[in-house]
């Protein structure tokens, strides 16, 4: 096997040097003698097995419990975990991870290449039947579609162990990110002894074994859970924070009045309130740009209206919204208005230069309604009237409002708004019985193909059924290229012309946190959080 | 007695068989299953997911595959949003929580209730009767929802007496905000009925020929009085214990207890099929054993009702 590698892994061999990351307590600091970090999650979490783990609450407890062959850095740029470094093969196919010879579970046993093996045939095992399983088909390991299909054992998943310490993965197409994608809970290690000794009970406080920075040591389902240091732990000498805790808090308001109490260190700003706590506790609330985007998204299936298979109405009804208005004066967190699917903060994603963001409000307004009136609409025209569908909550509807004004005022179009129930909303949007519908998505990586796939013609999520073939051929083209910019690029100014989405904004995460807490990853995008990698200082 | 209670046990059997049914395939007419998400699950994935939940199968085997596990193994199921827990787990843990605050409230209701209904009709319209009136209103204009915020920001932000949530194992700290909202409203109706009930007590022939007999007030009131007089009190607490055992939705989001209250309305947005239909047995075996303890209570109460059974 030759040594080529490309630039992602040269960059990536190059961080490596820098060694692993953990609490980076500069010198002087007076730590606190407590160190305990307290934070609120909004639910309990589906689960504490890696390969079962579907919500963003359980892979926060999950990144503290267990370690993955990488973890990502307060940046969100990926650094040795489990693993120090990795080669690529010449075609790009084959991976082999080299894993430290330090690495323990929490019951003493060492970390091997074959707790890999194990849990990634896990996760695509039809028997475990993990709902994320389609992450390890985007990952593309050779057979993994097969596996979980039911036509091949699991035993044929393209993972091995040459040894203890060396683990490789071969994969059915380049996948230029796939390094990147190995910080994800799903392909974490999991301990086959517990599993075969416990069975399903095996995450249980008493007989789980994790391999991260802490053990869980407490469970009490929709109240909390607790973590603590793991002694086994190979970095566990640069482990500040001795115990976590989270706590399950329902409701919005009142995990802010406990925050205040002073029993949590960390929560989330209800709705509309990040300008007055910015302004009361400035060291406090953090609006921080998160890699999930907002859009409409027209219903370009059969069964969606005549109007919008005319490029001109979507164009028009995308000019029309002021995103400037939403944002500064309707959501008030800091988000950012959007004119792309991929938002800005994406790693390695510049965005371009479309025409619809170079424009002003008013040079919009004017082109929506030239646009409009061209398509044969608005005053001189056809009446242009639709339903625009969101799933029930407050700050939806308020969009909902100020875009459905902004339509009426501007083009003279009537919008009924519709709000459904969740799921029930995911049913109907899923089954195309709209015509307009609220869309949203936070990335599952750190690159734009986690935005850009959902607008080709098979993705799942593809609720509009918009189908372009270019668009189509350019992703799939990005999932082998070294330089993905001028697809994306390509690809963007494809959906700026098309619009078969209106993108409204990028999303920004609001929190309250306390100014002891230090090491909280405010700059990745993602906001994965490491425990191990934070301390608390004295107040 | 003996005859009556054992027809009345016999009853529930039956009924618990037509509420499962019943249930089972409501929940099914509602949009969406446990398995939708935003991204659709790729097909493959899906059947996987329901097969090892046996949700590939035709309803009424499911339905069928149901009822067996809980009759032969007492197994309601798994859960489908807490995927590494049971129906029985969440029970077992989020149960005692709730009832273990719904005691403490009624306990509550009860010790501050009555009394206060007492002394009202004793002191019939003097302060203490318009104390207890004006207390009356007040627990009415702050249900719940209004009195635990207000709770919250008065004992846990600006005196910093009491935690502001959470179980913590049930100290009794954590405890006590959760009882006494839950309670509030519950204690103005007690004490209304009970001095109403009282009132008419007191003005019936059988006191008067008491007193006419020249036995003291005391005696007349412990007695005579206050056993008829507590019956409409007691009636209501037995429906009003199932209700806050089971109507607790509010206080258990609110307070973050972890008590099944969350369960319910966490299992109803995520479409989990067992934990809704597991607490809906809970609900409906507890409100009928409830429902029969009363009864019984009634009868060792009131002579007339026990002759009648």
Not at chain 2, 196 to 205: A, H, K, M, T
Not at chain 2, 229 to 244: D, G
Request: hydrophobic share 45%; net charge negative; proline share 5%.
């Amino acid at each position: 096997m030759s040594r080529h590698i490309p630039l992602l892994s040269a960059l990536l061999s190059t961080s490596l040097l820098v060694g692993a990351h953990a609490a980076d307590v500069p010198a002087g600091t007076t730590l606190a003698d407590s160190q305990v970090f307290t934070y609120r999650a909004l639910d309990e979490v589906s689960s504490f097995d890696p390969q079962v783990i579907e919500d963003a609450d359980g892979a926060d407890i999950a990144r503290d419990l267990f370690e993955g062959l990488y973890n990502q850095d307060a940046d969100g740029n990926i650094v040795p975990g489990v693993a120090l470094s990795h080669t690529v093969s010449d075609d790009n196919k084959t991976y082999t991870f080299t894993l430290r010879d330090t690495a323990k579970w929490s019951d003493g046993k060492p970390v091997t290449a074959g707790d890999f093996v194990y849990a990634w045939q896990r996760a695509v095992d039809p028997e475990l039947a993990s709902p994320y399983a389609w992450y390890m088909e985007l990952m593309s390991i050779e057979n993994a579609s097969a596996i979980i299909a039911g036509e091949k054992p699991i035993t044929d998943l393209a993972v091995e162990a040459t040894d203890n310490h060396t683990f490789v993965v071969k994969l059915s197409q380049p996948l230029p990110y796939f390094a990147k994608m190995v910080s994800h809970t799903t392909t974490f290690p999991s301990p086959k002894w517990t599993i075969d000794a416990f069975g399903s009970d095996w995450t249980k406080p008493e007989n789980i074994v994790t391999n991260g920075a802490y053990v869980l040591t407490e469970h009490v389902a929709k109240e909390r859970s607790t973590r603590e240091r793991n002694p086994m732990y190979w970095d566990n000498a640069h482990t500040v924070i001795d115990k976590v805790v989270t706590l399950v808090i329902g409701d919005d308001s009142q995990a802010l009045t406990r925050y205040r109490a002073g029993e949590v260190d960390k929560t989330d700003i209800p709705a509309g309130q990040y300008p007055s706590l910015a302004a009361e506790l400035p060291d406090e609330a953090y609006a921080l740009p998160r890699l999930c985007n907002y859009y409409f998204t027209f219903n370009m299936s059969e069964n969606g209206p005549e109007a919008f298979k005319d490029e001109r109405v979507r164009q028009a009804l995308s000019y029309a919204i002021d995103r400037q208005v939403i944002v500064d004066q309707v959501l008030q967190g800091g988000q950012f208005p959007a004119f792309t699917f991929t938002p800005a903060a994406t790693a390695g994603f510049e965005v371009p230069a479309v025409d619809i963001a170079g424009m002003t409000q008013a040079e919009r307004d004017a082109k929506a309604k030239e646009l409009l009136a061209e398509a044969g609409y608005g005053p001189d025209g056809e009446k242009l009237a639709f339903n625009y569908l969101y799933n029930s909550s407050e700050a939806h509807q308020k969009v909902a409002i100020v875009a459905s004004q902004m339509w009426k005022q501007k083009l003279g179009v009537d919008v009924t708004l519709e709000n459904l129930e969740w799921k029930v909303f995911l049913e109907t949007r899923g089954a195309q019985n709209y015509d307009m519908a609220r869309g949203a998505w936070c990335g599952d990586y750190n690159e734009a193909s986690t935005f850009l796939d959902l607008l080709t013609t098979p993705s799942g999520y593809n609720d509009g059924k918009y189908s372009n073939a270019r668009v189509d051929e350019l992703m799939a083209e990005a999932k082998s290229s070294q330089d993905t910019q001028p697809l994306y690029t390509e690809v963007e100014e494809i959906l700026a012309d098309e619009m078969p989405v209106v993108p409204v904004y990028h999303y920004s995460t609001n929190i309250m946190l306390k100014d002891t807490i230090k090491g909280w990853p405010i700059h990745n995008v993602e906001q994965n959080m490491y425990s191990k990698d934070m301390y608390i200082v004295a107040e | 007695m003996l005859n009556y209670t054992l027809r009345r046990l016999m009853a529930i059997v039956p009924t618990l068989l037509i509420l499962i049914i019943i249930c089972f395939y409501i929940m099914r007419l509602a949009p969406g299953g446990p398995f939708t998400s935003e991204r659709a699950l790729p097909d493959s994935v899906m059947k996987n997911v329901l097969e090892r939940y046996g949700m590939d199968e035709p309803l009424h085997v499911q339905l069928w595959t149901y009822i067996k596990n809980i009759v032969l193994y007492f197994d309601f199921g798994p859960s489908f949003s807490q995927k590494d827990r049971t129906v029985n787990d969440v029970i077992a843990q989020g149960f005692p929580v709730t009832l273990t605050y719904g005691f403490w409230s009624a306990v509550f209701v009860l010790t501050t209730g009555i009394p206060l209904g007492i002394v009202a009709a004793l002191k019939h319209n003097s302060f203490w009767d318009y104390v207890m009136t004006g207390l009356a209103i007040f627990s009415q204009i702050f249900p719940n929802f209004v009195l635990a915020p207000l709770m919250v920001l008065l004992f846990t932000l600006a005196l910093g007496w009491l935690p502001g949530g959470g179980w913590n194992g049930g100290h009794w700290s954590y405890v006590i905000m959760p009882a006494v909202a839950l309670g509030t409203s519950y204690m103005a109706s007690i004490a209304r009925l009970t001095r109403g009930s009282l009132l008419e007590v007191l003005n019936s022939p059988f006191i008067r020929t008491a007193r006419a007999k020249g036995l003291p007030e005391r005696t007349i009131l412990i007695r005579h009085a206050l056993k008829p007089a507590l019956l409409p009190a007691l009636t209501y607490m037995s429906s009003v214990f199932v209700y806050m055992i089971t109507g607790s939705v509010f206080i258990d989001v609110f307070f973050s207890t972890g008590g099944i209250g969350q369960d319910f309305i966490s299992g109803a947005y995520s479409r989990d099929y067992s934990i809704i239909l597991g607490l809906a047995i809970l609900y409906c075996v507890l409100t009928f054993t409830l429902n029969l303890l009363v009864d019984l209570l009634y009868a060792w109460i009131d002579p007339k009702v026990r002759s009648n059974l």
